[in-house]
């Protein structure tokens, strides 16, 4: 055989056999008339274990391109054309081309183990249920009645809705809006999408914070953006850096999460926010302010939005109810020109046909209450409870090995581990101590990094899961 497996490529090799016989049989390289070399031949053939012939046949013969028969080996199926077979498509191919990229093989796994087995979840980004509002919640499911339409609801999102962010935002973040300007969309990640699917084009440079949350999403590659990184450390970025970026390469658009930034928990300070805003209106650059965390202050100062300091229209906001009330309301908005928050809702419409209006009442009724507001008092007091915890339990079990800035809000803490060492088996050691993190190489280029973050358990589990973090680290 002239064919060899690539065994420096990602596609396994099982995948790589089976795309090779497939391609043969099309091309009639493997006749129906003719039996397929066997398992044994074709291991001996190219240097394979027996066992990734076998998963290659496997594959062929659940989409009904091959048969085996015992006693005459494996055929091509005599009918793959014809109607008396049926044939299975070729997913794993359709899988592979969809233009769609997935996420990183080791967020599939951070989220795998944490949804199939009980382990200390130092990784999601979620509030655990004992931080969401539920009492006030379900009392007003239960007391008040549902009074919006069940129809599709205005493409920007619930009137009624939008009118209570534009007061919201006003008193907490300081951001001077109207309805109009508000697009309600299913939780930051949708409004995200929607902004690179609908303003940028392939090809486009973009800047974006290293490390951060959009350091490796995929939806950047998918839309062919040429990603460019801006070095965010305690004191989150410097404004010469975007500047020299921009210079080089001609940057198209910022992406920013400046209060206690995703995972550094960094406070960008006013001095560089002003320097961001200048380069933004002198070069026309736009700027998407993702702000998921500026009312977690747990010195209880308001925390000042690029947004709130924007006075011409460069800044798009981005910002939910998902880190403050609940992550499953999936209630986020974009504030924005007019004319992009029409152009944005014609695509979010395209997609879903507008957001749920149960959801939307639900969020609209309880922001309107004075009970939002003892809620986040309530929340942050807890989250800063377990940012104290965390800071004592990295302190007591890894004291001299790793190095750490406490944020000052949010709810993620970035560590930096001293020692050399191998991220892949410190992530398997630490999941067979039933402890699950992110790995730093997934948001940021710098190795040796570590984000845990402590919104999902109390403190208890905090510490018990930086204890066993510290004994995976140590059997290394």
Same mark, same amino acid.
């Given at each position: 055989?002239?064919?060899?497996?690539?065994?420096?490529?990602?596609?396994? $090799?099982? !995948?790589?056999?089976?795309?090779?016989?497939?391609?043969? &049989?099309?091309? #009639?390289? %493997?006749? =129906?008339?003719? +039996?397929?070399?066997?398992?044994?031949?074709?291991?001996?053939?190219?240097?394979?274990?027996?066992?990734?012939?076998?998963?290659?046949?496997?594959?062929?013969?659940?989409?009904?391109?091959?048969?085996?028969?015992?006693?005459?080996?494996?055929?091509?199926?005599?009918?793959?054309?014809? $109607?008396? !077979?049926?044939?299975?498509?070729?997913?794993?191919?359709? &899988?592979?081309? #969809?233009? %769609?990229? =997935?996420?990183? +093989?080791?967020?599939?796994?951070?989220?795998?183990?944490?949804?199939?087995?009980?382990?200390?979840?130092?990784?999601?980004?979620?509030?655990?249920?004992?931080?969401?509002?539920?009492?006030?919640?379900?009392?007003?499911?239960?007391?008040?009645?549902?009074?919006?339409?069940?129809?599709?609801?205005?493409?920007?999102?619930?009137?009624?809705?939008?009118?209570?962010?534009?007061?919201?935002?006003?008193?907490?973040?300081?951001?001077?809006?109207?309805?109009?300007?508000?697009?309600?969309?299913?939780?930051?990640?949708?409004?995200?999408?929607?902004?690179?699917?609908?303003?940028?084009?392939?090809?486009?440079?973009?800047?974006?914070?290293?490390?951060?949350?959009?350091?490796?999403?995929?939806?950047?590659?998918?839309?062919?953006?040429?990603?460019?990184?801006?070095?965010?450390?305690?004191?989150?970025?410097?404004?010469?850096?975007?500047?020299?970026?921009?210079?080089?390469?001609?940057?198209?658009?910022?992406?920013?999460?400046?209060?206690?930034?995703?995972?550094?928990?960094?406070?960008?300070?006013?001095?560089?926010?002003?320097?961001?805003?200048?380069?933004?209106?002198?070069?026309?650059?736009?700027?998407?302010?993702?702000?998921?965390?500026?009312?977690?202050?747990?010195?209880?100062?308001?925390?000042?939005?690029?947004?709130?300091?924007?006075?011409?229209?460069?800044?798009?906001?981005?910002?939910?109810?998902?880190?403050?009330?609940?992550?499953?309301?999936?209630?986020?908005?974009?504030?924005?020109?007019?004319?992009?928050?029409?152009?944005?809702?014609?695509?979010?419409?395209?997609?879903?046909?507008?957001?749920?209006?149960?959801?939307?009442?639900?969020?609209?009724?309880?922001?309107?209450?004075?009970?939002?507001?003892?809620?986040?008092?309530?929340?942050?007091?807890?989250?800063?409870?377990?940012?104290?915890?965390?800071?004592?339990?990295?302190?007591?079990?890894?004291?001299?090995?790793?190095?750490?800035?406490?944020?000052?809000?949010?709810?993620?803490?970035?560590?930096?581990?001293?020692?050399?060492?191998?991220?892949?088996?410190?992530?398997?050691?630490?999941?067979?101590?039933?402890?699950?993190?992110?790995?730093?190489?997934?948001?940021?280029?710098?190795?040796?990094?570590?984000?845990?973050?402590?919104?999902?358990?109390?403190?208890?589990?905090?510490?018990?899961?930086?204890?066993?973090?510290?004994?995976?680290?140590?059997?290394?």
């Amino acid at each position: 055989m002239d064919w060899k497996p690539d065994r420096k490529a990602k596609k396994a $090799i099982y !995948k790589q056999l089976a795309e090779y016989i497939e391609n043969g &049989i099309a091309d #009639g390289t %493997f006749p =129906p008339d003719k +039996p397929l070399p066997s398992e044994r031949y074709l291991a001996n053939e190219l240097n394979l274990n027996r066992s990734t012939v076998v998963a290659a046949y496997d594959e062929l013969e659940s989409i009904g391109l091959i048969q085996r028969n015992r006693g005459s080996g494996t055929t091509v199926s005599k009918d793959i054309w014809g $109607i008396t !077979k049926k044939r299975i498509p070729s997913w794993n191919r359709y &899988i592979e081309a #969809g233009s %769609f990229l =997935p996420n990183l +093989p080791v967020m599939q796994r951070i989220r795998k183990e944490s949804v199939e087995h009980n382990l200390i979840n130092l990784a999601s980004g979620e509030l655990s249920e004992d931080l969401f509002p539920m009492n006030f919640l379900r009392e007003i499911t239960s007391t008040r009645s549902f009074i919006g339409s069940l129809g599709y609801d205005h493409p920007q999102g619930n009137a009624i809705l939008r009118n209570t962010l534009t007061k919201h935002v006003k008193e907490y973040r300081g951001i001077e809006t109207n309805p109009s300007s508000i697009l309600i969309t299913s939780g930051a990640q949708q409004a995200l999408h929607l902004v690179v699917q609908c303003l940028l084009k392939p090809g486009d440079a973009v800047a974006v914070e290293d490390p951060s949350y959009n350091y490796n999403l995929p939806i950047f590659k998918t839309a062919g953006l040429k990603v460019y990184y801006l070095p965010v450390d305690e004191a989150g970025l410097n404004s010469d850096d975007l500047l020299s970026l921009y210079k080089k390469h001609r940057i198209k658009m910022i992406f920013l999460n400046p209060a206690y930034q995703n995972p550094t928990g960094s406070l960008l300070n006013e001095k560089q926010r002003k320097a961001i805003l200048e380069i933004s209106s002198e070069h026309g650059i736009p700027v998407v302010e993702d702000d998921p965390y500026s009312l977690t202050s747990f010195n209880r100062d308001k925390v000042p939005t690029l947004k709130s300091m924007d006075v011409h229209g460069n800044v798009l906001y981005i910002s939910s109810l998902s880190k403050i009330i609940a992550s499953g309301l999936r209630i986020g908005w974009i504030i924005g020109p007019k004319s992009v928050i029409e152009r944005l809702s014609d695509a979010k419409q395209q997609i879903d046909f507008g957001h749920s209006s149960f959801t939307q009442w639900i969020a609209n009724d309880f922001m309107e209450s004075e009970n939002f507001n003892s809620h986040i008092k309530r929340l942050v007091k807890e989250l800063e409870k377990r940012r104290n915890q965390i800071v004592i339990s990295l302190n007591s079990y890894l004291k001299g090995q790793v190095e750490f800035f406490v944020p000052q809000g949010g709810i993620h803490i970035w560590v930096k581990i001293k020692k050399d060492h191998n991220e892949t088996k410190l992530l398997e050691q630490s999941i067979k101590r039933g402890i699950i993190y992110v790995p730093g190489s997934t948001m940021g280029s710098k190795k040796g990094f570590v984000r845990f973050t402590f919104a999902r358990e109390d403190e208890e589990s905090i510490d018990k899961g930086i204890k066993r973090f510290a004994e995976a680290l140590n059997s290394l």
